[in-house]
């Protein structure tokens, strides 16, 4: 499936986005001695420029000087957000940067990250990647009146410094630390959270227990990073250290990293990072996204064969599915389809006019290459099928003799709460449609879709370590029956 800027041109209902992930953070620290320079917010930039398929409906980043914490953030991609003279102004020794997608809250500039707070003795500031699931039992434990958003993560920021607010001095500064805050309040918090924030002095991270999303830490020459994927600590010369551990809170500082325990491990990560959401060039748990999902290719062309002239991706999403397939079953690869490379990702993605204008964003068909072929065109997932729909139908106008569609994923049926935005189950094709239904709804010549089996195979990961409750509905973290129940009664309802 495309992201939201190689949009079909023709015959796309606006709504048929791709899977939106939640967010990208990132956060760096270098010694006090850099302060004067505007360093760390422009390896923030770039790091945040590595992650922007994470989210493109803002960007912020918050920089502290050791004394004051200054915050700039809007709605816009990063390139649009930032440029040269903010970024000079931006100086600081300490650095927290965010790219968003609303999955909590609507798109607006006081939803934008990093959230701040002020605090007795200073401030801090907060980005976040996931979903909580309780938040409005979070929320009451604040006073009424102190939340100035809607998202789950002013809530947490709230409550961060809330407790910062009314904690004992804890440090040899006589300061309360924000490391005492959220070792109480991070142990209430359900649901998916990587956390990346700071005070004035202090860079903190911290993964939820079931390590939904993906957290890492690198090392500079001076200094430390801590981001979403490890493609961002390429981007900017950090070498991989490790990832946060699920229920780990990091504090770095001129004393190094200083690791506490929140609360006992149980990983459950996210699956579909690995099928659509993460960089191909990021390595998750070990494995390789690029590696896992050529294997997943592999193993697809295995499970569902077919005698065909060509494989094609989908660009790009597609592509690393679709080069195994060819290899595996022994079919030439080539490229049918020319996406725009020019056309960045629609600015706003969840406005709908603004996504009207994406649509119209071309992928042209190369009818030289596609004319009387039996075509395998390889996807990654189908969330509303709309898109797949407009691709068969451009294919047989360009002269396909046969399209056969093959997925690198099992079929999206169930909704997410961990902070990607699925449609609700009665919007997913998969919720409603047999696969038989669903080809015949595409207007493919055959359809095939990966075993969860295969996939989890080709991750290398141990399935009792994933969740992949979009694909089977076995939420790791136990969802409240009234959303669950809702998307039900909506299945229901579509079906009478
Ligand atoms: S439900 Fe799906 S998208 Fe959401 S965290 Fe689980 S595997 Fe990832």
């Known amino acids: 499936m495309l992201h939201g800027d190689g949009r079909l041109s023709q015959d796309i209902d606006p709504t048929d986005r791709s899977p939106q992930d939640a967010c990208g953070v990132f956060g760096v620290w270098v010694p006090a001695s850099e302060t004067g320079a505007a360093e760390v917010s422009k390896l923030t930039y770039y790091g945040l420029y590595a992650l922007q398929h994470r989210g493109q409906e803002s960007a912020g980043i918050a920089v502290s000087d050791g004394a004051r914490i200054v915050v700039f953030k809007d709605m816009g991609l990063v390139a649009q957000v930032f440029d040269e003279s903010v970024l000079n102004t931006l100086r600081g020794h300490i650095a927290v940067g965010h790219c968003r997608y609303s999955t909590t809250g609507s798109p607006t500039w006081e939803n934008a990250q990093p959230t701040f707070r002020s605090t007795e003795d200073g401030g801090l500031a907060l980005t976040h990647n996931g979903n909580l699931i309780n938040t409005l039992e979070l929320a009451a434990r604040l006073e009424p009146g102190q939340l100035t958003a809607t998202t789950d993560t002013e809530v947490l920021t709230?409550?961060?410094?809330?407790?910062?607010?009314?904690?004992?001095?804890?440090?040899?500064?006589?300061?309360?630390?924000?490391?005492?805050?959220?070792?109480?309040?991070l142990p209430a918090a359900r649901g998916a959270y990587s956390l990346v924030f700071?005070?004035?002095?202090?860079?903190?991270?911290?993964?939820?227990?079931?390590?939904?999303?993906?957290?890492?830490?690198?090392?500079?020459?001076?200094?430390?990073?801590?981001?979403?994927?490890?493609?961002?600590?390429?981007?900017?010369?950090?070498?991989?250290?490790?990832?946060?551990?699920?229920?780990?809170?990091?504090?770095i500082d001129?004393?190094?990293?200083?690791?506490?325990?929140?609360?006992?491990p149980r990983p459950k990560g996210c699956l579909f990072e690995y099928v659509y959401l993460a960089r191909p060039d990021?390595?998750?748990?070990?494995?390789s996204v690029h590696a896992t999902r050529v294997e997943v290719g592999r193993r697809l062309a295995r499970e569902h064969p077919v005698e065909a002239d060509l494989v094609i991706p989908t660009p790009e999403s597609g592509t690393p599915a679709a080069i195994g397939y060819a290899e595996a079953a022994g079919i030439p690869y080539g490229q049918g389809l020319v996406k725009n490379s020019y056309v960045g990702r629609t600015f706003i993605q969840p406005s709908q006019t603004i996504r009207q204008l994406g649509i119209r964003l071309k992928l042209n068909p190369l009818r030289e290459v596609i004319e009387g072929k039996?075509?395998?065109?390889?996807?990654?997932?189908?969330?509303?099928?709309?898109?797949?729909?407009?691709?068969?139908?451009?294919?047989?106008?360009?002269?396909?003799?046969?399209?056969?569609?093959?997925?690198s994923s099992p079929p999206v049926a169930w909704?997410?709460?961990?902070?990607?935005?699925?449609?609700?189950?009665?919007?997913?094709?998969?919720?409603?449609?047999?696969v038989e239904e669903i080809r015949t709804s595409l207007g493919a010549d055959s359809l095939g879709f990966i075993s969860l089996d295969e996939l989890i195979a080709a991750?290398?990961?141990?399935?009792?370590?994933l969740c992949r409750a979009c694909f089977d509905g076995e939420y790791p973290i136990p969802v409240d029956e009234g959303s669950r129940g809702k998307h039900l009664l909506e299945v229901a309802n579509t079906r009478s």
């Open 254 to 264: 001129e004393n190094g990293v200083r690791s506490k325990r929140f609360a006992q």
């Open 282 to 287: 990021t390595t998750i748990s070990g494995r």
């Open 374 to 407: 039996r075509l395998i065109v390889v996807d990654d997932s189908i969330v509303r099928g709309n898109t797949q729909r407009a691709i068969v139908r451009m294919l047989r106008e360009a002269g396909a003799a046969e399209v056969h569609v093959r997925i």
């Open 459 to 465: 991750s290398q990961i141990g399935k009792d370590r």
């Open 198 to 251: 700071m005070d004035e002095r202090t860079l903190y991270a911290a993964r939820d227990p079931e390590g939904v999303r993906p957290l890492v830490l690198g090392r500079l020459e001076r200094g430390w990073v801590v981001a979403s994927e490890t493609a961002a600590l390429d981007i900017v010369g950090a070498a991989f250290v490790r990832e946060v551990e699920p229920g780990e809170l990091l504090a």
């Open 158 to 185: 709230a409550l961060l410094a809330g407790a910062r607010r009314s904690g004992g001095d804890s440090s040899a500064l006589g300061r309360t630390s924000p490391d005492d805050a959220a070792m109480e309040i």
């Open 415 to 434: 909704p997410c709460f961990y902070g990607i935005d699925f449609a609700t189950r009665a919007e997913l094709i998969a919720g409603n449609l047999s």
